[in-house]
């Protein structure tokens, strides 16, 4: 029950997953993409890396899109958050 005009507390488990499952869902279909149109041995081979398997590159790329999509995530969180009490929206404004 609120009282005081209090925001209920989201538990910080589901505030993790609003940030991690998203961020999952979206690296994997950018790394899908991203895969479907650049091999990684040849993008490897471009940039004189050492070699690495497909398997492992597709790995890699996958962990960097989701960290992306992570702090991507994390900045909408925050920006969602709740304002301070006593400020005003400019939508809620006459």
């Known amino acids: 029950m609120q009282t005081n005009g209090e925001s209920p507390s989201i538990p910080l488990v589901q505030r993790i997953s609003a ?3 998203p961020a999952f869902l979206c690296a994997g279909a950018a790394t899908g993409v991203f895969f ?6 040849v993008l490897l081979e471009c940039e004189g890396e050492p070699p690495m ?8 790329g996958f962990f960097m899109f989701w960290l992306l999509c992570v702090v991507s995530s ?4 925050y920006f969602l ?3 301070p009490r006593g400020s ?6 006459p």
């Open 19 to 21: 940030v991690l499952w």
């Open 36 to 41: 479907t149109f650049f091999d990684p041995v």
């Open 53 to 60: 398997s497909r398997m492992g590159a597709y790995t890699l």
């Open 74 to 77: 994390v900045g909408t969180s």
């Open 81 to 83: 958050g709740p304002q």
């Open 88 to 93: 005003s929206h400019p939508a809620q404004t």
